[in-house]
């Protein structure tokens, strides 16, 4: 840098003095005082020229410098975070460089405000991302479906739920017009008048009755569904109406149950009612005097204890039933021998058959009948199978029991044939129902409609056998069980 200066210094002295020289002896030498005027005024201003050329240098090489260290010195300071660099130059240009790092500085503070925006943003962005695929994914995990369209009846979010109850895709349906996926006027109505009521504190709940598309239910028939619908009208931050969330609740189970639950109260309270009423009656009538003698009154008290043991009889199924079904009943598992089993419900139901000249055959295969089970609940089954056939078998008929074993399926069967009366065909589905009666035997015989029910829970439940009628109106039935022959433990029933 030095050297520049003095060679700058040296040319601006050399230059000055030939110059002057020039000019002074401008007047003696005669060459010169013989040059044109004109001439010699372009010689003055190129020797100037040349002064300033020489002054200049040093000035630009400077700046030249200067402005590379500048660069390298931005280049410094932004190659890495918080870095700084220290910027060397000739004192002169200073303030320019003072200015211009101050400049730099600013620019590259804001620069770095900006990257920690941008990364902070971004920061925003993922955890925003994150959170709206956890959102879908709740949202799609929901067995209720769920509806959301904006204020002009599109719809702008749905779960897959929502597309199998109205039996579209879901991954198709955003930005849908309502109307053209839901295809139920009653619910787009519903929709269009919770979002024009603009009731945002409001939560409307309404019961309606879908059928779901058959071919996305994968169901073979259209089977009605009903659903209690939530509606809820939701605004922006203008508080205008920003669309409505549909909310569709599958109530269809819980309506089922509880019919179930009534009907059973209402037929058990009726079940109940007819040996009660019997028994008040005849109470009454000996509290009366009514009975005439001895005899009448044994009658009475004959017919009032049978009502009680009847009574009794329907209290002890219902309570069995409902334990077997809430899978609170032990069994106790031992080795039982049907064959066993079969003689003593015949030796119970003897006399009874006798009465109505009903003849009683058993025809048991000589081989091992052994079940593993509970001895008193599968001889409850083989009494009730025997004695409906005494009850609905006409006088003169005839019951065969036979009982066989099944190596193929390694299970003991029991069959209990009649002549009796029969079951009508649209009754069959429904014989092992709590509470069922042929209507047009209810005559026949007195019965509580829950024998059967009891059988199955505790052939199927229990004993995990299987349980089964043949009938032809008119004909005769044939009720069969099997029971495994050996139960493993491990499958025991609560
Ligand atoms: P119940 O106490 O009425 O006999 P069950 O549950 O044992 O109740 O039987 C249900 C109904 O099934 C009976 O009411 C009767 O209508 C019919 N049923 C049962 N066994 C026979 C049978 N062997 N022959 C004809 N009908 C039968």
Redesign the pocket.
């Known amino acids: 840098m030095r050297a520049g200066k003095i060679a700058s210094l040296c040319l601006v002295l050399i230059v000055s003095a030939v110059g002057t020289a020039l000019s002074f002896s401008a007047s003696t030498v005669g060459w010169l005082a013989a040059m044109p005027p004109m001439l010699r005024l372009c010689l003055l201003f190129g020797v100037l020229g040349l002064v300033c050329a020489a002054l200049l240098l040093p000035v630009g090489v400077a700046l030249d410098r200067t402005v590379t260290k500048l660069r390298s010195y931005i280049e410094a300071t932004g190659a890495a975070e918080g870095q700084t660099a220290t910027f060397y130059g000739p004192k002169w240009v200073g303030p320019i460089s003072g200015a211009l790092i101050g400049a730099v500085e600013q620019f590259r503070q804001r620069e770095q405000t900006l990257r920690n925006e941008l990364r902070e943003v971004e920061i925003r962005r993922r955890v925003s991302e994150a959170e709206q695929r956890q959102t879908e994914a709740v949202l799609h995990a929901l067995r209720d479906g769920v509806l959301v369209t904006n204020a002009f009846n599109d719809i702008v979010v749905v779960n897959e739920a929502a597309g199998r109850i109205f039996g579209f895709d879901h991954t198709q349906a955003l930005h849908q017009p309502l109307e053209q996926l839901v295809d139920d006027d009653r619910l787009c109505q519903l929709i269009k008048d919770t979002s024009e009521t603009a009731n945002f504190a409001h939560r409307r709940h309404v019961e309606h009755d879908i059928t779901p598309d058959s071919s996305e239910t994968g169901e073979g028939g259209k089977e009605k569904r009903i659903f209690d619908v939530t509606l809820v009208c939701v605004e922006n931050h203008k508080h205008e109406v920003a669309g409505v969330v549909t909310i569709l609740h599958d109530v269809t189970r819980e309506r089922e149950i509880s019919q179930m639950k009534s009907d059973f109260v209402s037929k058990a309270s009726h079940e109940l009612r007819t040996p009660l009423s019997s028994i008040h009656a005849y109470v009454e009538m000996l509290v009366d005097g009514e009975a005439a003698d001895d005899e009448a009154r044994n009658e009475f008290y004959r017919i009032i204890q049978n009502e009680t043991d009847r009574l009794g009889r329907l209290l002890d199924n219902m309570l069995n039933i409902s334990r077997i079904e809430a899978g609170i009943v032990q069994i106790e598992r031992e080795n039982v021998d049907l064959r066993s089993l079969i003689d003593r419900a015949i030796d119970t139901l003897e006399p009874q058959a006798k009465e109505k000249e009903i003849s009683l055959h058993t025809k048991v295969a000589e081989v091992d009948l052994t079940v593993e089970g509970d001895a008193d609940m599968l001889f409850q089954v083989v009494l ?1 199978l025997i004695s ?2 005494v ?3 006409p006088a003169g008929g005839r019951i065969t029991v036979s009982a066989d074993s099944d190596n193929l399926t390694r299970s003991v069967v029991l069959a209990v044939s ?1 002549t ?4 009508p065909p649209d ?1 069959i589905p429904k ?1 092992f129902d709590k509470f ?3 209507e047009n ?2 005559r026949v ?1 007195k ?7 009891l ?1 199955k829970h505790i052939v199927e439940t229990l004993h995990h056998g299987q349980i089964g009628v043949e ?1 032809e109106l008119g004909m005769g ?1 044939k ?1 069969w069980v099997t029971i495994p022959m050996r139960y493993a433990g491990s499958q025991a029933a609560a």
């Open positions: 009730n409906n056939s009850k609905y078998t009649d009796g009366l029969g079951i009754s014989l069922y009666r042929v035997y209810k015989a019965g509580s409609g829950l024998g059967l029910s059988c009938s039935s009720f």
